[in-house]
């Protein structure tokens, strides 16, 4: 009878042992997750003023070279001087050429980033290869 007691109170204590090994396993499991999202949206985050700031100098550009063909048009029907139209287009260019060199930095940035926590996804298909051995042993 006592043995019987015994054996009931190891399984117990192993069955309880086994669902806090679990409980530790997917908490480790949910905080790399967790992590690895918190880390990719960082990186998001520091990329996207500078996509923000291309996107306005891009759009002033589009302003000035639509500014130059109002004054490339309002030169040729009212005879005035070049002077101004030339300064638009040279502000347009170098708005162009800021635009581009911060989009390329956000481009470089984000290239090959994604939101998609993909460590933590390569550990648990890990996980799944080395526990189906396991769980076959037991069964």
């Not at 040729?76 to 060199?101: D, K, Q, R, T």
Request: a positive charge.
């Amino acid at each position: 009878m006592n043995e019987a007691v015994n054996n009931q109170r190891n399984i117990v204590s192993i069955l309880y042992e086994i669902k806090n090994e679990l409980k530790d396993f997917f908490d480790t499991r949910i905080e790399m997750l967790g992590t690895e999202i918190r880390e990719n949206i960082s990186h998001f985050k520091g990329a996207l003023p500078v996509a923000v700031i291309a996107a306005l100098f891009f759009a002033l550009a589009g302003l000035f070279f639509g500014l130059c063909l109002v004054g490339l048009v309002s030169v040729a029907f009212l005879g005035n001087p070049y002077a101004w139209f030339y300064s638009f287009l040279i502000v347009g260019f170098v708005f162009i050429v800021a635009g581009s060199l911060l989009g390329y930095s956000a481009a470089k940035a984000l290239k090959g980033r994604s939101l998609v926590p993909r460590r933590t996804f390569e550990v648990l298909k890990n996980d799944k290869v080395w526990l189906q051995p396991e769980l076959r042993k037991r069964a």
